[in-house]
């Protein structure tokens, strides 16, 4: 995956290992199924009991296409795209699954629909003491030096948190953590939230979503607030997510962009319930 695409969660922290050989396309998808391509285990995204918000938006979707919805579940690691969208089952021949409900937008893995999400990364941080209060993220850097040494700011490498980090000085005290765990059961969101509980970090900077999600799931009981970024000339935070299917589908893509367009106002209802951090498109 391009460089740019390692900027986005746990689905995209694979970078170019969540390639695959393009596979030839026979056959179109079928009419009485929404065949889901999906992670079992990514929350806020995605997760084997339909508690994502992904899983909430295949749901309307499902419902207005009158189709049952079912999921092919791999998890978002190396070889993602091509056991999923790209992989057949034996000995039918149809590919195990259609549609995948959350990829960058443009995507050079899979086409795309129109995006459906446009969100920002974000820094979530415990409230108290020098960070009582921060409007923006920008504000770590009005504090006294002796404050701002003595912060620890989660930080996943090949994102642009490493980059904010490094171009402002604060490389020195990041907890740094690998773009992508080995193990599937550990995501950006458990690894943070572990450390937040155990008190090993002060901050950590996040895809918006679940920094949203962190927040809303253990803001009050760990004291946690978000400050998400705004635009930056040299840094991207922001980033738009569409669903990926795959090339030469053109009446299936027609048929998703018509819905999106038509449900913009649902989708974003689900978002908004998941307190996922939103820009206009």
Not at 107 to 116: D, F, K, N, S, V
Not at 118 to 133: E, F, I, M, N, Q
């Amino acid at each position: 995956m391009a460089a740019a695409l390692t900027a986005i969660s746990s689905l995209l922290a694979a970078g170019a290992l969540l390639a695959g050989p393009a596979a030839p396309e026979r056959t179109a998808p079928e009419r009485d199924a929404l065949r889901v391509c999906a992670d079992p285990n990514n929350l806020p995204q995605s997760n084997s009991k339909g508690e994502g918000y992904e899983n909430k938006i295949a749901e309307a979707l499902a419902r207005d296409l009158n189709r049952r919805l079912e999921y092919t579940y791999f998890p978002q690691r190396i070889g993602f795209v091509r056991n999923t969208l790209r992989a057949r089952e034996e000995p039918s021949g149809r590919f195990k699954c259609d549609l995948i409900m959350g990829v960058p937008y443009p995507y050079e893995l899979t086409a795309t629909t129109r995006p459906y999400m446009h969100s920002t990364y974000a820094l979530v941080y415990r409230v108290g003491g020098a960070l009582s209060r921060l409007d923006s993220p920008g504000d770590l850097l009005k504090l006294p030096a002796t404050q701002r040494d003595s912060l620890r700011i989660g930080t996943f490498a090949l994102t642009p948190a490493a980059d904010w980090v490094l171009r402002h000085g604060f490389i020195a005290h990041a907890v740094l953590y690998p773009p992508q765990s080995g193990d599937p059961n550990v995501t950006a969101l458990s690894t943070v939230e572990a450390d937040f509980s155990a008190g090993r970090i002060d901050a950590a900077i996040l895809w918006g979503p679940i920094a949203g999600y962190l927040v809303s799931r253990r803001g009050r009981e760990d004291h946690l607030g978000l400050a998400p970024f705004g635009q930056d000339p040299t840094i991207r935070f922001d980033y738009e997510i569409a669903m990926g299917l795959r090339q030469g589908e053109g009446d299936w893509k027609n048929t998703l962009d018509r819905w999106i367009v038509e449900h913009q106002s649902e989708i974003d209802r689900i978002l908004t319930s998941y307190h996922v951090p939103l820009l206009p498109p």
